[in-house]
């Protein structure tokens, strides 16, 4: 498994704009799509946002797109999660995510799957002022 680091959150006021990042190591980052959850108070788990091995392709939860940007970068070993537009109910504990790489034809059905991803970051948490 490769090991996951999150850091970057905070404190912000509604309309503010915050990036996200995940520090990977142990494992070839590259053999790894990767994703983010977030997980609000009360809440279950849910899913923000994926991006494949290589960064080609990227999946979004309905209610971050437009607003919301996945990366990453291979050589440094790093995901991101650039958030524009922060709403009060983007408050929440956001988790870097990892599972290998596997046979063409992932959707988003798989990657909104948490029970999917065998790797996992300890969480950043993210509060939104209103």
């Known amino acids: 498994q490769v090991q996951l680091v999150e850091s970057g959150g905070g404190l912000v006021q509604a309309g503010d704009s915050l990036s996200l990042s995940c520090a990977a190591s142990?494992?070839?980052?590259?053999?790894?799509?990767m994703a983010w959850f977030r997980q609000a108070p009360g809440k279950e788990r849910e899913f923000v946002a994926a991006?494949?091995?290589?960064?080609?392709?990227?999946y979004y939860a309905e209610n971050v797109k437009g607003r919301f940007t996945i990366s990453r970068d291979n050589v440094q070993y790093t995901g991101r999660l650039r958030m524009n537009g922060l709403k009060s109910e983007d408050t929440a504990v956001y988790y870097c995510?990892?599972?290998?790489?596997?046979?063409?034809?992932?959707?988003?059905?798989?990657?909104?799957?948490?029970?999917?991803?065998?790797?996992w970051g300890q969480g950043t948490q993210v509060t939104v002022s209103s």
């Open positions: 995510a990892a599972v290998k790489y596997g046979a063409v034809g992932r959707t988003i059905d798989f990657y909104s799957a948490q029970g999917n991803y065998d790797s």
């Open positions: 142990g494992r070839k980052w590259s053999d790894y799509d």
């Open positions: 991006i494949t091995w290589g960064g080609s392709t990227t």
